[in-house]
């Protein structure tokens, strides 16, 4: 049994598209805000895939990338994450202290 | 073997992704998402990714969902509050715009002419030589503190501008300054004691 490149990104693929049915079709900004990681989470696993293909049998890299570049990639994506998902959670808290609601539909302040 | 264990952690991660965007009560959300979260570092450790395994379950599967946990428990929402309107045009069309874009990814993907040439390279297969250590802590230490230098203190200027916006959006906006909020975080500690 063997693994290919193009599986790993089919996967890829349907996690991140979830992420996008969760985040149009939900309205808990919490739910949303999860829908977010999921979609960073397909996104580091293309990453990752990528990084593990360019390594050849032999241990050299294909297109002179250094074989660790798609970690750092990943680990960039992580922080970033991180600090996302901190700042989208005040975002939630002072929403939530100043309608009391949790519903994206009830945040209509800037509708035209 | 390796290949096995990517398969079925793959059908399971796209099912427990199904049911945190689908579950009602965002609380089952957040554990289903921890599992697909722990099995995601497996599919890291079968792609030769043993470090970004454990970052993986450290990082989002502690210290990211304890935060989500944290904030549901903080608001404590009852279950009108949780109640979505019912809108099945809404979940119609976020399901076909999704569709959509799936279908669309999937054709980029199989019209590659690059990954189609991947297609013989079997990813779970042994690595020799210089690159067989890549993946492995020093490797990215290395990687991450000589090349990368830049990017990574880019990020955790990033990090702290995401902090103090966090401490600013969260601030308590009834206090004007800092002697009446004294007065006020006084006052509430009052009555504690002499309830004590």
Redesign the interface.
């Known amino acids: 049994?063997?693994?290919?490149?193009?599986?790993?990104?089919?996967?890829c693929?349907?996690?991140?598209?979830?992420?996008?049915?969760?985040v149009?079709?939900?309205?808990?900004i919490?739910?949303i805000?999860?829908?977010l990681?999921?979609m960073l989470?397909g996104v580091?696993?293309a990453i990752?895939?990528f990084?593990?293909?360019f390594?050849?049998?032999?241990?050299?890299?294909l297109s002179g990338v250094?074989?660790?570049?798609s970690?750092?990639f990943?680990?960039?994506v992580?922080?970033?994450?991180?600090?996302?998902?901190?700042?989208g959670?005040?975002?939630?808290?002072?929403v939530?202290r100043r309608w009391?609601?949790?519903?994206v539909?009830d945040m209509r302040l800037l509708k035209g | 073997?390796?290949?096995?264990v990517?398969?079925i952690s793959?059908i399971l991660?796209?099912a427990s992704?199904?049911l945190?965007?689908t579950r009602k009560n965002?609380v089952y959300?957040?554990i289903l998402?921890v599992v697909?979260?722990v099995l995601?570092s497996v599919?890291?450790l079968?792609?030769?990714?043993p470090?970004?395994a454990v970052?993986?379950v450290l990082?989002?599967g502690g210290?990211?969902m304890v935060?989500?946990i944290f904030?549901?428990m903080?608001?404590n929402?009852t279950p009108q509050?949780?109640e979505?309107?019912a809108d099945p045009r809404?979940?119609a069309?976020?399901?076909a715009?999704?569709?959509c874009?799936?279908g669309l990814?999937?054709w980029a993907?199989?019209s590659s002419k690059r990954?189609?040439e991947?297609?013989?390279?079997?990813?779970?297969?042994?690595?020799?030589?210089?690159?067989?250590t890549?993946?492995e802590t020093r490797?990215?230490g290395?990687?991450?503190f000589a090349?990368?230098i830049l990017?990574?203190e880019f990020?955790s200027i990033?990090?702290f501008?995401?902090?103090i916006?966090?401490?600013y959006?969260?601030r308590t906006r009834k206090s004007s300054g800092p002697a009446e909020k004294d007065e006020k975080e006084e006052g509430a500690e009052n009555p504690q004691e002499a309830g004590a």
């Open positions: 049994m063997t693994l290919s490149l193009e599986l790993c990104l089919y996967l693929a349907a996690v991140f598209s979830i992420g996008v049915y969760g149009l079709s939900r309205q808990n919490i739910v805000l999860m829908s990681e999921l989470n580091n696993l990752i895939s990084g593990r293909y390594i050849t049998e032999s241990g050299a890299t250094p074989p660790s570049t970690q750092v990943v680990i960039i992580l922080a970033i994450a991180a600090a996302e998902a901190a700042v959670l005040a975002i939630l808290l002072a939530y009391r609601s949790t519903q539909g | 073997m390796d290949a096995l990517f398969y793959g991660m796209i992704a199904l945190v965007v965002p959300s957040a998402l697909f979260f995601t599919n890291f079968v792609l030769r990714s470090f970004l970052i993986q990082v989002y210290a990211i935060l989500f904030v549901l903080l608001l929402l509050e949780l979505e309107k809404r979940k069309l976020a399901a715009g999704s569709g874009l799936f990814l999937c993907i199989s990954v189609g991947a297609g013989e390279v079997d990813l779970t297969g042994a690595v020799t030589g210089p690159a067989a890549a993946g490797e990215i290395e990687a991450l090349e990368h990017p990574f990020t990033l990090i501008i995401a902090i916006g966090a401490i959006l969260t």
